[in-house]
């Protein structure tokens, strides 16, 4: 009877034993896996560090960005997700964070959870040169010069008239169509342009017919123009997203001419001394 009290013992014991070395390790875990991330300034990222936006200079870029419900905002490299959480919550917009950091995009989906926009503010855990984000009509990031060069042939292919606001840093030789600031901090915006590159044939109603070239840089347009094989002034060409405009000087007078760019066709009004005209554009030869 003793012999069998004792190999209950033993046996309870060893139970007890490899009861709390399975249950101390994994209340361990637990706790660990309970405790929710709390990112620090300066942490290291896969191509830059996390340093967020003041909540100022988010609505700033926002506004500059002329933010409406309608649009659709993607906030490269998110962080914290206050981007697309302001995004949401003030404009009714519809916003995806693209952030590598899984932990980050796990903070930022509790933070949506709790402003109550998690249905319009989404999170993705992604690298942003691997993710089509092209769909957007509202771009902001807050990255590097470098990345922000290697992102601007995807970003020039975007769709003429996206917003693009930049937090601290430029695209090179693009230049901005606005700078602003808040808190010290400054912000830039970029409408992405309509491609006018190439040889175009413009009948003003009721007017004279040009044969015009279009040298296009980003948003600023140079050029020539000809009636009847004659070259006339071309001047003051610039684009805002699908929107161009420019001056031509003839014989008749200078016109000042306005319109919208889709695709090869160009529609407008055109301004002279005679008054204003509509006028029309074909491109019949693309930029070399």
Sequence with gaps: ?????????????????????????????????SKEFTPAVGQEGKDVIWVPTPQ?????????????????????GSGDGRTVITAAKKYGANALGIEYNADMVELAKRAAEKEG???????????????????ATVLTLYLLPSLNVKLRPTILNMKPGTRVVSHAFTMDDWQPDQVDSSEGRTAYMWIVPAKVGGTWRVQVAGGPRYETAFIQQYQNVGGSAKVDGKPVQFSNGKLRGETISFTIEDGTGKRDFSGQVVGDKIEGTAKGAGGEAKWTATRVAEAR
């Design 56 to 76: 100022s200079l988010v609505e700033r870029m926002l506004q500059m960005a002329g933010t409406k419900s309608t649009d659709y905002v993607v906030d490269l």
């Design 1 to 33: 009877m003793q012999s069998m009290l004792r190999a209950a013992s033993v046996f309870a014991v060893f139970v007890l034993v490899c009861a709390s070395w399975v249950s101390g390790p994994a209340a361990a875990q637990t706790a660990a896996g």
């Design 117 to 135: 926009v998690a249905g319009k503010a989404q999170f993705m855990r992604a690298d942003i040169f691997q993710t089509d984000f092209s769909k």
